[in-house]
């Protein structure tokens, strides 16, 4: 999107203030840019084109409810092709040439990670991930590298892998192989998993990483079913995953197969086949539904014309709006003012608000008045720890006869103890 006029970002307050009243009157608004890095093509394309209509959606009711400091939030979108080296160029157009003071994005943890460490930690630029899982994010924060100015609103791989673990056992998978994408999403999260896999009595029979974009797994799939194992879980995207899920069906292995989050997909199904994974089970993050939950369900699909239920989607939203409230709540544009924004809008005493243009005009209305608001999001009241992390509970389901269909959930409380049981590290504090 074009910003209808030319306003520098650092001097946006004082500009609304001053430029209102004759924006008005030639029938123009004031506005802020919103850097934007998803990956629209690619291996997580499906993810990202999701995710993407999300922020649009979000930023849309928050608009509609008046703007922050009465101007227009516009976006400035980049497709990272699902490819690093591409995401750090276009974060470094946006940071660098486009001076942006927040930047969404991305959607998988191998083009979030390089863009933190390569251009927003380095330049004191507010990120903020929908989907970016990997438990090295966290790392990073406990080692200072992010200046408090990376948030996520997705739980952390290093809580998947643990509820996966159990979920597998559960289901009488106790001798299982593992196939991950070979980048930092996928070795963090296999990791955990074997970790917390073996500690509750599991046996892993094999452990193999592939690299993304090959012709053919059939080197990988053969070394793996080579020892036997009972179970899959394969680590993957749905472009990658489908294509090791047909060598893996076609070369004999078993169908008792775990999936992780990114898996809960229709492309991926349509791809593989759905007579051949109706013993396919898998791990997402979950919601705790409240009106914005509703809302967005009953809105999305007549606005995006996609599945509210499609990876990344719900959360997506939420960090628009939690981006776009921040925003209102800063006293000035700048990455500091905005990540102060942010604790003020998810903190847990205040004024309880949700998704959507009616309860955005309360939102907005109370900031002005000096409240502080506790946004209950799409996935549920958001609050973030000290590393801009999230927690909730988590979705266990199943793909049967083509649909993926839920089992049930695991809460935040008792993720937390098992995770505890298990000697993992303990969460974060809020800030």
Not at 114 to 134: D, E, F, M, R, Y
Not at 382 to 399: E, M, N, S
Request: net charge positive; hydrophobic share 45%.
């Amino acid at each position: 999107m074009t910003d209808p006029i030319a306003i520098p970002l650092r001097a946006w307050l004082l500009a609304c203030a001053l430029l209102a009243p004759l924006a008005a009157a030639r029938g123009e608004d004031c506005s802020v840019t919103v850097g934007v890095v998803m990956e629209l093509t690619g291996t997580a394309g499906a993810y990202g084109q999701a995710a993407a209509k999300s922020l649009e959606m979000a930023f849309r009711d928050i608009n509609a409810a008046g703007g922050p400091h009465g101007c227009r939030i516009v976006t400035d979108t980049r497709d990272s092709q699902s490819q690093p080296s591409v995401a750090v160029d276009a974060a470094n157009q946006l940071v660098q040439l486009r001076k942006v003071p927040v930047l969404v994005g991305g959607i998988v943890s191998s083009v979030t990670l390089p863009i933190l460490t390569s251009v927003t930690g380095p330049a004191k630029v507010l990120q903020v991930s929908p989907a970016a899982s990997s438990p090295r994010l966290t790392e990073l924060g406990r080692e200072g590298r992010t200046g408090g100015l990376f948030f996520r609103t997705i739980t952390s791989d290093a809580l998947q892998g643990t509820v996966a673990a159990r979920f597998a056992l559960e289901r009488g998978l106790r001798r299982i192989a593992v196939i991950y994408v070979n980048n930092d999403f996928g070795s963090q999260l296999q990791r955990e998993f074997v970790r917390a896999y073996r500690a509750m009595g599991g046996t892993v029979t094999v452990v193999t990483p592939y690299n993304e974009r090959q012709g053919s797994y059939a080197a990988e799939v053969t070394a793996t079913l080579a020892q036997n194992p009972d179970a899959l879980y394969l680590i993957s995207t749905p472009v990658d995953g489908a294509t090791i899920a047909r060598a893996w069906i076609s070369q004999g292995g078993t169908r008792r197969l775990l999936l992780n989050d990114g898996m809960n997909s229709a492309d991926f199904i349509r791809a593989v086949g759905a007579k051949y994974l109706n013993d396919a089970y898998g791990t997402s993050s979950g919601t705790t539904p409240s009106a914005s939950t509703a809302y967005f369900n009953a809105e999305y699909r007549a606005f995006a014309h996609m599945d509210p239920a499609s990876p990344a989607a719900d959360r997506a939203y939420d960090a628009g709006a939690i981006v776009g409230l921040a925003l209102a709540a800063a006293s000035k544009p700048e990455p500091a003012a905005i990540r102060a924004g942010i604790l003020r809008v998810t903190d847990p005493r205040g004024l309880v608000v949700h998704a959507g243009r009616e309860e955005f005009a309360k939102a907005l209305a109370a900031l002005k008045a000096g409240k502080s608001l506790r946004y209950e999001g799409v996935i549920g009241p958001v609050a973030f720890d000290a590393y801009g992390d999230i927690t909730g509970p988590f979705r266990l389901w199943r793909i049967q006869d083509g649909v993926v269909t839920t089992l049930g959930e695991i809460s935040a409380e008792a993720v937390a103890a098992l995770n505890a049981r298990l000697g993992a590290a303990a969460p974060g504090t809020r800030p």
